[in-house]
């Protein structure tokens, strides 16, 4: 699955042309690396997410193309930031 249809349907970024933007902007890394919007993820890739002043480390868990508002949660992990 495309990385910003992942962002979408898990509800990291709400909207797919934000999360598109994101990317555009290289403000979305995966495994280190900074990725496009193009980028197909898989089970077990952390990615970083920049807001603004703020980072989302998370780590991919399953990756599902259509799930609820309440299974969003479980497409992935938080994980704490590095200090």
């Known amino acids: 699955m495309r990385l910003d249809k992942f962002l979408k349907v898990s509800r990291i970024i709400k909207r797919r042309t934000v999360a598109n933007d994101a990317c555009d902007m290289g403000r979305v890394k995966a495994n280190g690396k900074v990725v496009k919007a193009s980028y197909e993820v898989k089970t077990g890739d952390i ?3 920049g807001f603004g002043t703020k980072t989302i480390k998370a780590e991919i ?3 599902a193309d259509n799930v ?3 299974g ?3 497409l992935y992990r938080i994980l704490p ?3």
């Open 47 to 49: 990615l970083e997410i």
């Open 61 to 63: 868990l399953n990756v």
């Open 68 to 70: 609820g508002k309440a």
């Open 72 to 74: 969003a949660a479980e």
């Open 81 to 83: 930031p590095d200090e």
